[in-house]
T-cell receptor, first 116, second 112 residues
Framework: DSGVTQTPKHLITATGQRVTLRCSPR?????VYWYQQSLDQGLQFLIQ???????AKGNILERFSAQQFPDLHSELNLSSLELGDSALYFC???????????????FGEGSWLTVV | DAKTTQPPSMDCAEGRAANLPCNHS???????VYWYRQIHSQGPQYIIH???NNETNEMASLIITEDRKSSTLILPHATLRDTAVYYC?????????????FGAGTTVTVRA
């Protein structure tokens, strides 16, 4: 158990709909990351937040958005869903500024999204 | 972050040591070598990381060459549950961009 909690674990929705994926980072971690993994595809970085502010952006579609709240949990919002958005979405977290530890990133178990 | 090169796949016999190579010839002095693995459709699991010294934990050992251009992850006694995709990632610890960039990794199959 990495300590990163993601909900829901599974979600089935129709095209055109909007969903929200939730992530609770490990206790004390300030950074949250979102990744997407489509069937037979690699892990693609979407976006990173640090202490409520966006820190880095990857290949995140404009239909997708995220935020990190004051209690440090994060939500990934996916809208106008298409069949191709079906994927595993992972959240990860890390503490920040701990150079000695190398700032290890820990992943949750993912949210399976199926768009039908 | 420096790029890494890993073999696409390898087999290992159960109970034997699995030695997973990684080449990172362009690594910078402050970049760490991280290893993660992903068992089918589960979240990537942190294994170990190191800077220049060899490291060992309850999961594995990491051997980094003196010139730091390559490393080897050693699973001392592979079990069937070690079948996974293993990722070698090089990353600077204090960069503003903390994300991990995953390549294709090495698909390790442990056979009975």
């Amino acid at each position: 158990d990495s300590g990163v909690t993601q909900t829901p674990k599974h979600l089935i929705t129709a095209t055109g709909q909007r969903v929200t994926l939730r992530c609770s980072p490990r206790s004390g971690d300030l950074s949250v990351y979102w990744y997407q993994q489509s069937l037979d595809q690699g892990l693609q970085f979407l976006i990173q937040y640090y202490n409520g502010e966006e820190r880095a952006k990857g290949n995140i579609l404009e239909r997708f958005s995220a935020q990190q709240f004051p209690d440090l949990h994060s939500e990934l919002n996916l809208s106008s869903l298409e069949l191709g958005d079906s994927a595993l979405y992972f959240c990860a977290s890390s503490e920040s500024g701990t150079g000695l530890s190398g700032n290890t990133i820990y992943f949750g178990e993912g949210s399976w999204l199926t768009v039908v | 972050d420096a790029k890494t090169t890993q073999p696409p796949s390898m087999d290992c016999a159960e109970g034997r040591a699995a030695n997973l190579p990684c080449n990172h010839s362009t690594i910078s002095g402050n970049e760490y070598v991280y290893w993660y693995r992903q068992i089918h459709s589960q979240g990537p699991q942190y294994i170990i990381h190191g800077l220049k010294n060899n490291e060992t934990n309850e999961m594995a050992s990491l051997i980094i060459t003196e010139d730091r251009k390559s490393s080897t992850l050693i699973l001392p006694h592979a079990t069937l549950r070690d079948t996974a995709v293993y990722y070698c990632i090089v990353r600077a610890p204090r960069s503003n961009d903390y994300k991990l960039s995953f390549g294709a990794g090495t698909t390790v199959t442990v056979r009975a």
